[in-house]
């Protein structure tokens, strides 16, 4: 997702995934693209016999085609070789469950809206702006997902298997009158129930549940996630409200008013946690909010083996690394907080350093909750855009821009939790990173993965320790993890999962063009541009990263192959569509997938679709509710799903 300090939070806030409209089978948009793809085989390879995996890549759609830049188009392959010499190839295809804004099955009998909006009493909050078209918000930007499974689901209706989806709604970007509607409503999310058939794996929705978010105030701008390893949702709140300056924020009192009925009673110390959502055997969900683990720009968090050492994306100018550890294995609710320390080994390209970490402090989310219960920012800091001209105050930077802090008498605990950004600034932190955004991990190489969408502003202006040359289009860098080190204090860091080192892998590091080319790509279309969802199969050694850009016409769903080296494009999304909830399923009852999803399609940016607005545009529209409309969905095998067995 994006965050520049804000003056349209369009302008790097781009897309991947997914698009309906188009049946699977022969007629798919796969079928018609198929001189970019392998014959796929129904019958699935005997159990066992499963060696690796290679995929085949598609073209970027052009002009030639404009129908396939206005919806999701699949023209790759997956070729599986098999430890008897043989392989099997997959034509690959998308599936959405639905487009938001689509009445769907509530498992009651009834029907609800497809990704819409509630307040904290659970009622529709109604688009009012245009006259006699009156109706419920709904959202065009479906983000997070992750697909699990439960022992003993009880869930009506199921002639395969029952198998969930969560999945969580970012926010809208426009009411009916085309005024921006970003960040002013309350982020609903949804538990899904799929019935998966056991012949074919498709998987089918058959309910809808909307999680009451009343017991944690609501949540604010949900963006990426992934499932625990304890077989939770782990949710986020991104572009955490400055608690200093939200009275007056216009954004911040639109979403309190939304929420509350009245644009004075939102808290912005409530916002900006982490969100885990358990789901239950009924397909309802519950939802608790974590305030321990810093309240930063949550992206999307990733949790290592060991259960307890979790890796945060921070989606933010002057944004940092930030490492949770858990005082007990499975528990987000007590731990400490870390942000890393950048010793640059070199600043050519994306650049590369050396990592040391910072301890900020311990806390359980109770009392954190305490504190953001009682405390108003200036017991906690206090806060200048102007130098004071007193020597009591720390220049830092926040958020683009410069500030002077000072710390109340024993608020450490305090800062470090509920002003974490500030906190770790005044704490000599690399607070220089842009757009942080998916982290995700190796486990059998102990490597991270970590998404800079955007390499540019803080990262390169010398303003932090942090100076590197970029590019524009972003990298994901590679994170040595490791075991027995020690923070900047001495003390020993309790996990076996931390990182020491950051550098971008050559075939991860995107491409600026000198010159926009002939679509308007102003990134070499062949490589990665802007990366934000990444989620890494273990199964198939690969690394799956999808677009958030600004600098690629259509966004596009990538895999990268760690063995081989290989960088493969998967699918390319509606052109002004970003790439959200990314997930690699190995294996679910013996089936794989790619969840993927996408976001407001047809948000056409000035310069970047100028050669292509004018002819994809009513496309778009008559494929996407008008541009209100995006799909939530998965990438699978046509006519058979995926088996890796």
């Known amino acids: 997702m994006t965050n520049l300090p804000q003056p349209s939070r369009r302008q790097a806030l781009k897309f991947l995934a997914s698009a309906p409209m188009l049946p699977l089978g022969v007629m798919s948009v796969s079928s018609l693209l198929s001189a970019c793809a392998t014959t796929s085989s129904a019958a699935s390879p005997a159990a066992g016999n499963y060696l690796s995996t290679r995929f085949t890549p598609m073209a970027a759609p052009t002009l030639a085609n404009p129908a396939a830049m206005a919806t999701t188009t699949v023209g790759s392959s997956l070729q599986v070789m098999l430890r008897d010499g043989s392989t099997h190839s997959y034509q690959l295809a998308y599936q959405p469950f639905f487009i938001t804004g689509d009445k769907v099955a509530d498992g009651n009998g009834g029907t609800v809206l497809s990704g819409g909006y509630f307040d904290i009493l659970n009622k529709p909050i109604m688009d009012k702006s245009v006259l006699g078209k009156e109706r419920q918000f709904f959202s065009d930007c479906p983000d997070g997902t992750s697909l699990l499974q439960l022992a003993q689901p009880k869930v009506a209706g199921i002639k395969g298997k029952a198998v969930f989806a969560v999945v969580q709604f970012e926010y809208a970007t426009r009411d009916q009158n085309n005024a921006e509607a970003y960040g002013t409503l309350p982020s609903p999310i949804a538990v899904l129930t799929l019935d998966q058939d056991q012949v074919t794996g498709q998987l089918s929705l058959v309910k809808y549940h909307n999680v009451d978010t009343s017991s944690v105030n609501g949540l604010w701008i949900t963006c990426g996630a992934s499932l625990s390893p304890w077989n939770t949702h782990l949710s986020s709140e991104e572009y955490e409200p400055d608690a200093t300056v939200a009275a007056q924020d216009k954004r911040f009192k639109a979403f309190s008013k939304n929420l509350f009925g009245d644009e004075t009673i939102a808290n912005p110390y409530h916002y900006g946690h982490l969100p885990e959502v358990t789901v239950n055997p009924d397909g309802t969900g519950s939802i608790t909010k974590h305030f321990c683990m810093g309240r930063i720009s949550h992206e999307l968090v990733e949790v290592m083996p060991d259960k307890r050492t979790v890796l945060m994306g921070d989606d933010f100018v002057n944004g940092g690394l930030f490492m949770f550890i858990a005082d007990k294995a499975a528990h987000l609710s007590a731990g400490s907080l870390f942000v890393a320390k950048w010793t640059q080994t070199s600043g050519i390209g994306p650049g590369s350093a050396t990592l040391s970490w910072i301890k900020l402090g311990h806390a359980t989310s109770n009392e954190i909750e305490a504190l953001a219960n009682t405390l108003k920012p200036a017991d906690i800091m206090a806060v200048k855009t102007v130098d004071p001209m007193d020597a009591s105050y720390t220049k830092i930077r926040y958020s683009g821009k410069d500030n002077w802090v000072k710390l109340m008498p024993g608020q450490e605990k305090a800062a470090a939790f509920l002003e974490t950004h500030r906190y770790a600034a005044l704490k000599g932190a690399s607070m220089g990173f842009t757009k942080m955004e998916g982290t995700t991990v190796n486990i059998k190489d102990k490597i991270a993965y970590s998404a800079m969408s955007y390499i540019q502003a803080s990262m390169v202006d010398g303003s ?180 890796l067995r």
């Open 464 to 643: 932090t320790d942090i100076k590197v040359q970029g590019p524009k289009s972003g990298a994901v860098y590679a994170l040595n993890l490791k075991g027995a080190q020690k923070d900047l204090a001495g003390a020993a860091i309790d996990s076996e999962w931390v990182p020491v080192d950051m550098a971008a892998p050559a075939a991860l590091v995107g491409e600026d063009l000198a010159t926009p080319d002939a679509l308007g790509n102003t990134s070499h279309a062949d490589k990665i541009a802007n990366p934000d969802n990444i989620k890494f199969s273990e199964k198939m050694r690969t690394l799956f990263i999808g677009e958030d850009s600004g600098r690629h016409v259509n966004n596009f769903l990538w895999a990268y192959n760690v063995d081989s080296k290989q960088l493969s494009r998967l699918m390319s999304c509606p052109a002004g569509a970003e790439s959200t909830g990314l997930q690699s399923v190995d294996d679910i009852n013996g089936w794989t997938y790619i969840m993927s999803n996408f976001q407001h399609p047809g948000d056409w940016e000035k310069g970047l679709h100028d050669k292509v607005k004018a002819t994809l545009d009513p496309l778009v529209r008559a494929n996407y509710k008008d541009r209100f409309g995006a799909a939530v969905g998965y990438l699978t095998a046509d006519p058979a799903g995926i088996k």
